[in-house]
């Protein structure tokens, strides 16, 4: 349960009279606590290693104002933990455990005086996340939707009977794979937020974001819909369409700006990422607010503070 038991997020996203914090970044508050995420399994391989870092780092971002944790699971899956010889045993008790850890942070920051209400996201990274080639910021990996479908929903299974409160369906580069997505999350009885990586007013993969958002107009599992790990200048445009297409709450959580490449596995260029902004993002109908990669826990006190007033 939540710490508002009364109150589920979707509740809060459909009646709440001011949008909901997302958290920050998990790598690089990870990696500014100084570990080494320079594997293909990404902040995921600290779920069998170094589990209370990721406690730890949920509960930054609680502190800073967040009220919603997104696990560590957008890397984790059952055909990446085997890459490492992780069995399909041990791989669904660490996916378990990426929901358990960020209710434990959730605990401890109410124990240490938080009364926000706290919530728990379940992330789904795309197929390309799998892959850990950067493929995710293209999509087009010559699967069908069918295909897709049956790669994704074992690990939905897995972290919906972990007891989240939402599924995040995130950095989704392509409407194929959101069809695939909504056909896998349908019957789990867990509600689900879809957000695409986006780029120009499109999706990775090129398809307009008209298109895009449709797909998930008429899915009752879908309680909000919109774009993360996109630079913040590409969320305005995003916010209207999806408002608008769907008639849902949006969701928004951009990088810092700058630029992932995948060659070096490094960020190249400069932030331009400004919490005064989340204000007009709020005004075109955002209801979930927070950052992705490079945006931290001071970032975030930032966008809880434009949001609560403060």
């Known amino acids: ?31 500014s606590a100084g570990h080494d995420l320079s594997d293909e399994l990404w902040s995921a391989r ?12 949920h509960l930054a971002y609680f502190e ?3 009220n919603v944790a997104i696990t560590s699971s957008y890397q984790a899956t059952f055909e990446g933990f085997a890459q490492r010889g992780i069995s399909r045993e041990r ?11 960020a209710r434990e942070a959730a605990r401890r920051a109410a124990a240490k005086g938080v009364r926000e209400p706290l919530w728990v996201a379940a992330s789904v990274g795309p197929y ?20 897709l479908e049956r790669f994704h929903r074992p690990r939905l299974e897995v972290l919906a009977a972990a007891g989240p409160d939402v599924l995040a369906l995130e950095t989704v580069p392509d409407a194929d ?4 997505l909504l056909r896998a999350v349908r019957g789990l009885g867990v509600p689900a937020w879809l957000s695409y990586s ?5 999706t990775r993969a090129g398809q307009p974001l008209e298109e895009a958002f449709a797909v998930a107009a008429e899915a009752d599992e879908v309680i909000a819909v919109g774009v993360n790990c996109c630079v913040p200048d590409d969320v305005d445009g995003a916010v209207e369409i999806a408002a608008r297409v769907t008639g849902k709450p949006v969701v ?57 007033g403060a």
């Open 1 to 31: 349960m939540t710490s508002d038991a009364t109150r589920t997020l979707a509740e809060a996203l459909a009646t709440g009279t001011r949008a909901v914090v997302l958290d920050g970044g998990m790598s690089n508050q990870l990696e």
């Open 46 to 57: 600290l779920l069998a290693e170094r589990p209370e870092a990721i406690t730890e780092a």
């Open 64 to 66: 800073a104002g967040a």
């Open 91 to 101: 791989a669904a008790e660490l996916l378990g455990l990426s929901v358990g850890l």
């Open 128 to 147: 390309g996340a799998m892959l850990a080639d950067g493929s995710e910021y293209r999509g087009r990996y010559g699967l069908s939707v069918a295909e």
């Open 177 to 180: 794979e959101a069809r695939a």
């Open 198 to 202: 986006v780029a120009g007013g499109r």
């Open 252 to 308: 928004v959580y951009p990088n810092s700006g700058e630029t992932w490449d995948a060659g070096a596995r490094a960020w190249t260029g400069r932030s331009s990422f400004s919490s005064e902004q989340v204000a007009g993002w709020e005004r075109g109908g955002a209801r979930l607010i927070g950052g992705c990669c490079r945006v931290g826990p001071g970032a975030i006190s930032g966008i809880a503070g434009v949001l609560r």
